[in-house]
């Protein structure tokens, strides 16, 4: 059964560094584009960060650009979001998904399968 498992959320404060990891099984996605997005409390679902299938292109949100960095190992079948100097509004539940057609669109309807999220709280 193919699978998106993320990890590495948690509760860290405003200025600290987490970094998730988001684990494929059942199937390989080293040939696809893979996307990170968040979505807070009574909140629409963003775009936070997508990747090429080579790594060799990034896309980031204005919103994270020069404080997270996505990156993929594709021999782990696994890709990463490295996140510093986080503040309180990067409060969600983040996941990571998968872009068949590699469009490495914001859209979340351009991404074609899904995990479950892991949640990172900072707190103030």
């Known amino acids: 059964q193919e699978q998106l498992v993320e990890s590495g959320g948690g509760l860290v404060q405003a200025g600290g560094s987490l970094r998730l990891s988001c684990a494929a099984s059942?199937?390989?996605?080293?040939?696809?584009?893979m996307g990170w997005f968040r979505q807070a409390p009574g909140k629409e679902r963003e775009f936070v960060a997508a990747?090429?299938?080579?790594?060799?292109?990034?896309n980031y949100a204005d919103s994270v650009k020069g404080r997270f960095t996505i990156s993929r190992d594709n021999a782990k079948n696994t890709v990463y979001l490295q996140m510093i100097s986080l503040k309180p509004e990067d409060t969600a539940v983040y996941s990571c998904?998968?872009?068949?057609?590699?469009?490495?669109?914001?859209?979340?309807?351009?991404?074609?399968?899904w995990g479950q999220g892991t949640q990172v709280t900072v707190s103030s």
């Open positions: 998904a998968a872009d068949f057609r590699g469009t490495m669109r914001k859209l979340a309807s351009f991404y074609d399968y």
């Open positions: 059942g199937r390989t996605f080293s040939g696809y584009a």
């Open positions: 990747i090429s299938w080579s790594g060799g292109t990034t």
